[in-house]
């Protein structure tokens, strides 16, 4: 009998983690919608981000005393969970859709380099040849035939690799603070991104224009829907994996994007872009495998 609860446990933890991947790959259709309604990037966001927040509310107080035990840890955590979230939805509503999926894909390598830097954490020759692999990989997907150096040549990209840097650092924070409950460190995170879409705003002087009022709810309830539906999936998810089966899985993200994205936009890759995506989904894969490994020792 336990073993059909552990087996029905896994069935379940596998469609919840392909639910959210499905749901991650075709994200950025809601926020394209969203602009061509007249409600800019970043007014998207704090829109969406009012919704999700609603969820943590009741939970506020709670996580404020948790907060306070480590109060500097959590100011980096707003700050990097506010940018990973800010500019990869910019990066998906400007940017070509795998493309940004691709690079954002790299945050796995950075935060191996990270954890070796500010955890102590020894960066084994396979894990550092597999940070070289991705980076063999960005460069391929960035080279053009006009340029001296493979360097990103528009926002969209540079958003896109500052957003998997920017989770990179919010995971290796995240361990840092072993005292803050997973709750709270979301609570932190997605409150980040609403205070920090607020000073962008604020500092860039971003017109919200004249969006039907049904747009911005429509906004604020992709936010208290999809977004919390999407996280609480991939919780669930991830609890129940092993890491090296949910990174598998979550990959389909990139195979939902390319898909939709054609179909909806009629957007294609060239092969420089998918070896060069190959090259970083494959390191990115292999980490997520040593990482499990060493939990598993």
């Known amino acids: ?31 394209r919608w969203l602009e061509t309604q007249g409600v800019d990037g970043l007014w998207a966001t704090l829109f969406i981000y009012s919704g999700t927040c609603v969820y943590f509310i009741p939970y506020f107080k709670q996580s404020f005393n948790e907060i306070r035990r480590s109060p500097m840890l959590m100011l980096v955590l707003a700050i990097f969970a506010g940018w990973t979230n800010i500019a990869f939805f910019l990066a998906v509503i400007d940017g070509e859709v795998v493309r940004v999926l691709l690079l954002f894909f790299m945050s796995p390598i950075w935060a191996n380099l990270l954890a070796y830097f500010l955890l102590n954490e020894h960066l084994t020759l396979n894990n550092f040849l597999a940070l070289i692999v991705a980076l063999i990989g960005m460069l391929v997907m960035l080279w053009q035939a006009n340029m001296d150096y493979p360097w990103p040549t528009n926002t969209s990209d540079w958003l896109a690799l500052s957003a998997g840097i920017a989770f990179a650092v919010s995971n290796v924070v995240m361990r840092m603070a072993q005292a ?24 860039f002087q971003v017109p919200l224009g004249e969006p039907e009022r049904s747009t911005l709810f429509m ?48 957007e294609t890759m060239g092969i420089r872009e998918w070896v060069g995506g190959g090259l970083i989904l494959s390191a990115g894969l292999y980490v997520s495998f040593s990482e499990s490994e060493k939990m598993n020792d």
């Open 1 to 31: 009998m336990s073993v059909f609860k552990n087996l029905n446990k896994t069935y379940l933890a596998s469609i919840s983690l392909l639910f959210a991947a499905t749901l991650w790959g075709v994200f950025w259709y809601p926020l």
């Open 180 to 203: 803050v409950s997973s709750r709270t460190k979301a609570i932190v995170g997605w409150y980040g991104v609403l205070v920090l879409s607020v000073i962008l705003l604020l500092l």
């Open 219 to 266: 906004a604020f309830a992709i936010g208290v829907t999809m977004l919390i539906v999407m996280n609480l999936a991939v919780s669930y998810g991830v609890t129940h994996l092993p890491v090296q089966q949910s990174a598998v899985i979550l990959l389909f993200e990139v195979v939902v994007g390319a898909v939709s994205a054609y179909l909806i936009i009629g």
